[in-house]
C-alpha cells in the first residue's frame, strides 16, 4: 500500500455509538475510508468470509471485549482465514494477560480507548506499514505479562495448532508439508511459525525443533 492509497477500515464493536463516534472521525481523514461494520465478532468474520464489494478491509479496527466472542478470538480466526490482515484491538481495559493474548493471537497493536485522536491514527498507520505501536503502559503490560507467562512454562503460552506446527517442524518437514497434513495456506504455517519463534523465544526451525524434542513432545 503506497502512501497515496486510501486505508479501507472495518470498525467491529458491539456499542452502536461506539462504531459511529469513529466512524465519523475517521471519515474526516482523507486516508482513511469506513467500508465495514459490524457488532460482534461473529458477524465480523461473517462478513469477511463472505467477502465485501471491492475486496478484504486493509485494517480492522476492533473492541477487545465484547459478548460471544471476543477481540483476542475474533482476532485469532481472522488471521487465520487472512493472514495478511492488519488488526489493531481498541479497549477500555488494561491487563497484562489480555495484552499478551492480543499479540499472540496476531494483533499489530492494542491501544487504549483513552489515547488522543492523533494517537489512534499513529497506531493505525504504524499498523498498515506492520509496526507495532503501543503507549508506554501497554508495553509494560505486555513485558509483564510475557515474563508471567515465562515463569508458568512457555509450552503453556502455546496453542494447539502451534503444537501440531512445532511437532512437524521437529519431524524436518517443510512449510509446504506442514501446510498439506494441517489442510492450512502456506501463510498461516509461516504465522504461525513466527509466534512459535516469539514465544519460545528461538531464532530458526533447529532451534524450535531442538526445544520440541527436550520437552519431550517429539518423536525420537
Same mark, same amino acid.
Given at each position: ?33 469506513? !467500508?465495514?461494520?459490524?457488532? *460482534?465478532? =461473529? @458477524?465480523?468474520?461473517?462478513? /469477511?468470509?463472505?467477502? $465485501?464489494?471491492?475486496? %478484504? ?53 492494542? !491501544?487504549?480507548?483513552?489515547? *488522543?485522536? =492523533? @494517537?489512534?491514527?499513529?497506531? /493505525?498507520?504504524?499498523? $498498515?506499514?506492520?509496526? %507495532? ?88
Amino acid at each position: 500500500m503506497t502512501e497515496t492509497q486510501t486505508c479501507r477500515i472495518m470498525i467491529v464493536d458491539d456499542h452502536d455509538m461506539v462504531r459511529m463516534g469513529l466512524k465519523t472521525y475517521l471519515m474526516l481523514e482523507p486516508k482513511f475510508e469506513v !467500508v465495514a461494520e459490524a457488532g *460482534s465478532g =461473529e @458477524e465480523a468474520l461473517r462478513l /469477511l468470509e463472505k467477502g $465485501l464489494p471491492d475486496g %478484504p478491509p486493509d485494517l480492522v479496527l476492533m473492541d477487545l471485549m465484547m459478548p460471544g466472542m471476543d477481540g483476542v478470538e475474533t482476532t485469532r480466526r481472522v488471521i487465520e482465514a487472512f493472514p495478511e490482515m492488519r488488526i489493531v484491538l481498541l479497549t477500555s481495559f488494561l491487563e497484562d494477560e489480555k495484552v499478551v493474548a492480543a499479540v499472540e493471537a496476531g494483533a499489530v497493536s492494542y !491501544v487504549l480507548k483513552t489515547v *488522543s485522536s =492523533e @494517537e489512534l491514527v499513529y497506531a /493505525l498507520n504504524g499498523a $498498515l506499514r506492520g509496526m %507495532p505501536v503501543m503507549t508506554s503502559d501497554v508495553s509494560q503490560a505486555l513485558t509483564r505479562g510475557l515474563r508471567q507467562r515465562s515463569a508458568q512454562g512457555v509450552d503453556e503460552g502455546l496453542t494447539e495448532r502451534e503444537k501440531e506446527v512445532l511437532l512437524l517442524i521437529a519431524e524436518g518437514r517443510a512449510n509446504k508439508e506442514i501446510a498439506e497434513e494441517l489442510h492450512i495456506s502456506i501463510k498461516t504455517v509461516k504465522t504461525h511459525v513466527s509466534n512459535l519463534l516469539m514465544k519460545c523465544e528461538m531464532e530458526d526451525r533447529t532451534q524450535l525443533a531442538v526445544y520440541a524434542h527436550r520437552k519431550g513432545w517429539a518423536k525420537s
